[in-house]
Antibody, heavy 118, light 107 residues
């Protein structure tokens, strides 16, 4: 079955960088576009970034544009999110999600918590 | 920026029908999707392309659309349906995706 497992979260100081990973299994990773979605503590879901199935197209939320970079390595079945110039407001659980049936986010990982704090 | 608007909360008794709405200017041109999220868990897709139900989702979940509003209907609500529900849709250009603020369903 489809499985997405995020890793790389942790506590980081403002202005520093962090890389999140999402290991995919149970499907042909290279055939699906992927997204990152985040959820601040006690808040709702917020879309972060998109990457096409071939990796040649990326889109970003305005709040992270220029600071975050989404990428993928189909040889490793892994999705990445490189985050730089981190701010306290970036504190959230970060989920990777597969764009599947009907362009829905049809599978989600369990999330990884990023805390930006001194 | 584009927004999707949901009521913050809906409360129903077991066996009743819960109706959750989501409004957005681009909804006549873009499909809407609905996700269920229980505390401490990842979201789960319950409706896609306005009204389609993924396999494994109970028939009591249904979706509909009318103009700038999409609706999630849960018929015969059960205690296990208590959760936060989020609508989601791309903007009209299809270059960013938006979630509604979420609706807490209390059973």
């Amino acid at each position: 079955q489809v499985q997405l497992v995020e890793s790389g979260g942790g506590v980081v100081q403002p202005g520093r960088s962090l890389r999140l990973s999402c290991a995919a299994s149970g499907f042909t990773f290279s055939r699906n576009a992927m997204h990152w979605v985040r959820q601040a503590p006690g808040k709702g879901l917020s879309w972060v970034a998109f990457i096409s199935y071939r990796g040649d197209i990326q889109f970003y939320a305005d709040s992270v544009k220029g600071r975050f970079t989404i990428s993928r390595d189909s040889s490793k079945n892994t999705l990445y999110l490189d985050m730089s110039s981190l701010r306290p407001e970036d504190t959230a659980v970060y989920y990777c999600a597969r764009e599947g049936t009907g362009e829905a986010f049809d599978s989600w990982g369990q999330g990884t918590l990023v805390t930006v704090s001194t | 920026s584009y927004e999707l608007t949901q009521p913050p909360s809906v409360s129903v008794s077991p066996g009743q029908t819960a109706i959750i709405t989501c409004s957005g200017d681009a909804l006549p041109k873009q499909y809407a999707y609905w996700y269920q999220q229980k505390p401490g868990q990842a979201p789960v897709l319950v409706i896609y392309k306005d009204s389609e139900r993924p396999s494994g989702i109970p028939e009591r979940f249904s979706g509909s659309t009318s103009g700038t509003t999409v609706t999630l209907t849960i018929s015969g609500v059960q205690a296990e349906d208590e959760a936060d529900y989020y609508c989601q849709s791309p903007d009209s250009s299809g270059t960013f995706w938006v979630f509604g603020g979420g609706t807490k369903l209390t059973v």
